[in-house]
């Protein structure tokens, strides 16, 4: 738990070379121009990212969610954006990973892990965020197909994806009558919203995905009807860890620069690194990353071994990080004076970045509704 192995240190290096050399050189022109970088993906499949721990089988990596930890947190440090794009396209992928069947793997994965196509997870709608098993997009079944209706909102990718794993309602009311279904992006009556103009991740468009009369084959299921809730739910698990992983690489890079600007800014005829003040406000980021690291890493150890406490020590992981890494890059820019609001300085944008970390993948409200959920149930566990 608490000493990486030499292949997991290598693991992380290379994701962090890879974030130096094609991700953090150009954060600031992505963020600037709300481009998204759709021509670093390949780049980024090849290295194995975009099946992290899809079964080797189809294409995937087939490591660890400890080792997905390391992954998502290394990549953050160039673009906290684009690594979190690439966690969600992840938990997309693996959805047909885990529950389709061996057609279904076979046809949508190998390009999926390449990145040579790109995923997105269709679950929030407009009307329904927290409470997702009030979801409305309706499937109806219509001989060997389903027609879809309604609306997704706040979908990465959107637009830009090529596959939409989608969370619709075949059934009764709540979580029972939800399925998860595949729709491709040329599938005739879907369509995309406009680009959400958003505080942050301009590096990676957000819009709503629209279902009308969409038509897509009962074969693109995902699994048995009813199940897509119980899906979704296991998505979550993963989501959170990998975006709680994305909120420490942030957060790291953020103190990096802080650091750094500390060694070469002079002030009352010293080094402001010598302040002891400065120096103690460091120690408190350092600790409180240090801390929230070892949480993702126990939950992403809980997820991989089936411990029954894994969706609460997610949430926890989930909620401790993200609000620890906000609080770490708002701090490095806090310490950086006028400089950190200037966008040349590239803090500011990773506090814009990290603020929406603690809404997605449940937001850090629901994660207490969770782990409180599992307190007033069982106690505290032994």
Same mark, same amino acid.
């Given at each position: ?8 240190? *290598? ?7 890879? @974030? ?5 050189? &150009? @954060? ?6 709300? &481009? ?6 390949? %780049? ?13 089988? /189809? ?22 954006? $684009? ?5 969600? &396209?992840?938990?997309?992928?693996? $959805? ?15 390009? #999926? ?53 989608? #969370? /619709? ?37 957000? @819009? ?7 038509? /897509? ?13 119980? #899906? ?23 103190? *990096? ?73 708002? *701090? @490095? ?15 500011? %944008? ?6 929406? &970390? ?6 850090? *409200? ?10 007033? %149930? ?5």
């Amino acid at each position: 738990m608490f000493d990486l192995t030499a292949e997991q240190r *290598e693991i992380s290096r290379t994701a962090r070379e890879f @974030a130096d050399v094609h991700l953090a050189p &150009h @954060a600031l022109d992505w963020d600037r121009d709300k &481009h998204f970088p759709v021509e670093v993906f390949p %780049k980024a499949g090849a290295l194995g990212l975009g099946g992290v721990y899809i079964k080797p089988d /189809v294409g995937g990596s087939g490591l660890t969610r400890l080792d997905a930890a390391l992954v998502f947190e290394a990549l953050a440090t160039g673009c906290a954006a $684009v690594s979190a794009f690439i966690s969600i &396209h992840n938990m997309a992928a693996w $959805v047909i990973d885990e529950f389709g069947d061996d057609d279904q793997r076979g046809r949508w994965l190998p390009s #999926m892990c390449a990145m040579e196509s790109l995923g997105a997870y269709c679950l929030t709608e407009p009307g329904c965020g927290s409470d997702a098993a009030a979801l409305r997009t309706t499937a109806a079944r219509d001989g060997d197909e389903y027609v879809l209706n309604g609306v997704k909102q706040f979908i990465s990718g959107a637009g830009a994806a090529d596959v939409y794993v989608v #969370m /619709v309602r075949t059934g009764e009311a709540g979580p029972r009558g939800i399925s998860a279904v595949v729709v491709p992006a040329d599938t005739p009556g879907l369509s995309f919203g406009a680009p959400e103009r958003k505080m942050g991740w301009h590096a990676q468009p957000t @819009a709503q995905v629209v279902f009308d009369n969409a038509r /897509v084959p009962v074969a693109n299921r995902i699994g048995r009807e009813g199940l897509g809730f119980a #899906m979704a739910m296991r998505g979550l698990n993963g989501g959170r860890l990998n975006i709680a992983s994305c909120s420490l690489g942030g957060a790291r890079a953020a103190l *990096e620069k802080a650091l750094d600007y500390l060694r070469t800014r002079r002030a009352f005829d010293d080094e402001l690194i010598n302040f002891q003040a400065l120096q103690f406000r460091l120690a408190d980021m350092a600790t409180e990353l240090e801390v929230a690291r070892t949480m993702v890493w126990r939950a992403a150890s809980a997820v991989q071994d089936g411990d029954p406490r894994a969706v609460e020590l997610c949430a926890m992981a989930k909620r401790f990080a993200t609000d620890a890494g906000f609080s770490v890059a708002n *701090e @490095a820019l806090q310490l950086h004076g006028g400089y950190g609001y200037l966008a040349e300085y590239g803090v500011e %944008k990773i506090v814009r970045d990290l603020r929406v &970390h603690q809404i997605l993948e449940g937001t850090n *409200e629901i994660m207490r509704v969770i782990v409180s959920r599992g307190l007033v %149930k069982d106690g505290l566990a032994a």
